[in-house]
């Protein structure tokens, strides 16, 4: 009891920690110094994410155990089919490349839509539809393949994860950067809106060369799963 004790104290002090840093680079690479928002304000757009992010996750994984019969077996059919092909045909270059470019276009788009007054709406919508399909997935795959689709999903998933990250840190700056706007043409607050573009188009830039990193590591998952798993 104390050595668990002691565990969930340790996970404690390290979740302040990892959550003290998101919080200095978001206030960093879109607060600076220019920008009258205040930590809470900060802090209370990162806790809706987080339990967007969360309850659209589980809803996610939920809604595979309500689906009619039918519907579970499109389910496993499609999985089955997937990962069948999957081994018999290698890894697929071409297919990560096209992730890239879906998740490059999506992540581009969040971003124009951020510099407009109903981007913090859009992204919003492309964050919970991206949180629940990740849900969805990784719930799917356990229930096709059982006790072995735990492992599997958890490998297969890392780069979906990732993506899932990449999204929210867009969309945090998308909705941050559509409410300044909002504040700046109706309420007339004053901000630097020339030093702020360019550290979203920091953000921008940094996300799409994430989305190029988590390529890569879509392509060694695809490896390792080919290895470890037997479909």
């Known amino acids: 009891m104390i050595h668990l ?4 104290k340790t996970f404690v002090e390290k979740s302040k920690i990892i959550y003290g840093i998101v919080f200095e680079v978001a206030k960093y690479y ?22 967007v992010l969360l309850i659209s996750f589980i809803s996610g994984i939920l809604f595979v155990g309500v689906l009619n019969g039918d519907s579970k077996k499109i389910i496993i059919d499609s999985i089955s089919n997937y990962f069948s092909n999957f081994n018999n045909n290698g890894i697929s270059v071409k297919s990560c490349f096209n992730q890239f470019l879906v998740d490059a276009l999506l992540y581009i788009f969040v971003s124009i839509m951020g510099i407009s007054i109903v ?6 919508i492309v964050f919970t539809l991206k949180s629940f399909l990740a849900g969805f997935l990784f719930c799917s795959i356990i229930y096709t393949y059982g006790f ?8 297969y ?12 840190m867009i969309c945090y700056y998308a909705i941050s950067f559509s409410v300044i706007l909002y504040k700046y043409v109706f309420r007339k607050n004053e901000y630097n809106i020339k030093n702020i573009m360019a550290k979203y188009l ?7 060369g994430g989305v190029l990193l988590n390529s890569i590591i879509r392509v060694l998952v695809s490896y390792i799963v080919l290895r470890l798993f037997n479909f």
Not at 5 to 8: A, D, V
Not at 148 to 155: N, R
Not at 157 to 168: D, G, Q, R, T
């Open 119 to 124: 981007g913090w709406g859009v992204s919003l």
């Open 148 to 155: 072995k689709g735990i492992l599997l999903s958890i490998v």
């Open 202 to 208: 920091r953000v921008v830039l940094i996300s799409l």
């Open 30 to 51: 879109l607060l600076g110094e220019n920008m009258k928002i205040g930590k809470n304000k900060v802090r209370r757009l990162l806790l809706v994410l987080v339990l």
């Open 157 to 168: 998933m890392v780069p979906e994860f990732i993506s899932l990250f990449l999204c929210f």
């Open 5 to 8: 004790f002691i565990n969930y």
